[in-house]
């Protein structure tokens, strides 16, 4: 019988998971759901410098890592993903590859959850145009707007 409990002992020992490995493996299924690759914001940083610096200016304390994941769709096509309590929202950055090349800048959200009686997210697009810091301003103006919450009293 003690055989029997050191191979059951040692089966499940196997299947436990150190924090790095169950990380590792949460990051694969990211990146398999986003379809690209996640990165870090200084090697964001390094292909984007413009983006990076408009990222730098939202983000809390300048840690763009902590409220945001960063995907590499392509060489110089990356996807942003920023949460809110009620919304998911994702901005397109397409890097201009030379001076003719305008690039693109654009973005979109969803709820994070249905509406009661509804099966479906609803969201919508965000201002979109070349990748510019007033494209930016827009895409970050319309996030304000949809964040904001209508008051009870009114005057």
Do not use: Q
Request: aromatic share 12%.
């Amino acid at each position: 019988m003690e055989n029997k409990n050191k191979s059951t002992n040692d089966a499940v020992e196997s299947k436990i998971m150190s924090s790095e490995d169950i990380m590792n493996d949460n990051i694969k299924r990211l990146e398999e759901y986003y379809n690209g690759t996640l990165i870090k914001s200084s090697e964001f940083k390094e292909i984007a410098p413009e983006a990076y610096k408009w990222l730098y200016k939202i983000s809390r304390y300048g840690n763009i890592d902590s409220i945001m994941h960063i995907i590499k769709i392509e060489d110089n096509l990356f996807r942003i993903k920023l949460f809110t309590s009620e919304h998911i929202i994702s901005i397109t950055f397409k890097i201009p590859k030379d001076e003719n090349d305008k690039g693109y800048c654009g973005a979109s959200f969803s709820n994070r959850r249905e509406l009661p009686g509804e099966f479906w997210k609803r969201g919508n697009d965000f201002p979109d145009g070349d990748y510019s810091i007033e494209t930016f301003e827009k895409i970050i103006y319309g996030i304000l707007r949809i964040e904001f919450k209508n008051i009870v009293i009114k005057l």
